[in-house]
């Protein structure tokens, strides 16, 4: 390659110096690489793009109250700014006392019939999320276009999933609610916000987790997520417990213990439990715990179960493409899904295989009930694992195998202890006490 006719300034003509391609700005590409790949990294940036969003949002919703918009605001905008601000702000005492539309009241029906309907429930659940576990664990620790010659790349954006997930279970919830009858909605639109900010939160760290820790452990880590659950349920919803249920709980802890503590150490390098695995873990749980307390809030507001699903997944929506947008990751994710195709397909997969279970939760509690849907996932969690092992070559020890027993023994004993109680309550006087809850 010629020089340019300036020696003294050692320039390579029309391209750029391989020291100099190795920089933007003052910054090694190396090392702005290691940083983009650090999780925490990415968790403050996506933090942040939400923050643009929800700051103005916080602000606008302060003025809209301060200057007493609800008597005083005329003009086309006035319906929309008066139900994400106001809502009708019309509460029922009691989330039982709600009229849920998409809950059927119970018919007489053939044996055969009601059979039919627990297979289809059951087959649609375990089909939706365990093939969705399947395609997770594949987008997030395989790569994509390997060949003889080349390694091949891993899809890096856990959020580029997570708006996808949203997007279509917002087009879902959005043609359910606009195809059936509905409750009159009641909450301010905004309220919906706190709900989706934590459900993208929990769910990214869902997705990252898989890069440090292996899918098994994460289901494991998932059953244990009653106990931060029932702390949050203390502190959100000042809610009290029976002694069965911190029981369980203390179970569930010694099973998943059980499991960590005997993973071998000579393990593929991919299901290696690390430290930041488990903080992404604990992250999830977190998020996760204060998302379901918050949706448990909402629903003092009268409004059915797929209503909830279209509220929290616009804001979900909103702030995912708005962060997306700002970073520029949904052009490079583009580009990531037109580069492989086979992608594409699991994305689309993906999101889909999330949405259909959504529907399949809400329909199997309508016509069985909870006890009915809680032993179908928990099988579903145990079917997840066996599948992940055979699947993706997971060892799992012996001492572990027991840890996984203990937590299924624990989950299906609260399963059966909550059923004995409401059958109890049901049978009791109206002036009797009700066991003691902590």
Known sequence: MARCPLPTQGRWCGVVPPVAARWTGAVPAALQDTWGDFWLFRFFINAAGYASILVPGYLLIQYFKRKNYL??????????????????????????????????????????????????????????????????????????????????????????????????????????CALTKQPRHGAPMYKYSFASLSNILSSWCQYEALKYISFPTQVLAKASKVIPVMLMGKLVSRKSYEYWEYLTAALISVGVSMFLLSSAPNKHLSTVTTFSGLVLLAGYILFDSF??????????????????????????????????????????????????????????????????????????????????????????????????????????????GLGVAVVFVALFLRVYARSRMKKRSKKLPPGDAPIQKV
């Not at 008597?71 to 019309?90: L, N």
């Not at 699903?309 to 970073?327: H, I, P, R, Y």
């Not at 689309?348 to 016509?367: D, H, R």
């Open 71 to 176: 008597e005083t605001g005329r003009g086309i905008c006035f319906p929309v700014i008066k139900s994400c601000v106001f809502g009708s702000e019309a509460k029922s005492a009691h989330q039982d006392d709600i009229p849920l539309a998409a809950r059927s009241e119970p018919v007489e029906s053939s044996t055969a019939r009601q059979v039919f309907k627990l297979l289809f429930c059951a087959v649609g659940l375990q089909v939706s999320y365990l093939t969705w576990g399947v395609l997770q664990e594949r987008v997030m620790t395989r790569t994509y276009g390997a060949t003889e010659t080349e390694p091949g790349e891993k899809f890096k954006d856990s959020q580029f999933l997570v708006f996808m997930n949203r997007i279509l279970a917002f087009t879902v919830a959005g043609l359910y």
């Open 291 to 400: 998302t379901s307390n918050w949706q448990d809030a909402l629903f003092t507001y009268k409004m059915s179960p797929v209503q909830m699903m279209f509220g929290v997944n616009v804001f979900s929506c909103l702030f995912t493409m708005g962060s997306l947008l700002e970073q520029g990751a949904l052009v490079e994710s583009a580009r990531f899904m037109a580069r492989h195709s086979e992608f594409a397909v699991h994305a689309v997969l993906l999101s889909v295989c999330s949405a259909c279970g959504q529907l399949f939760i809400f329909y199997t509690i309508s016509q069985f009930g909870a006890a009915v849907f809680t032993i179908i996932m928990t099988l579903r969690q145990a079917f997840a694992i066996l599948l992940s092992c055979l699947i993706y070559g997971h060892a799992v020890t012996v001492v572990g």
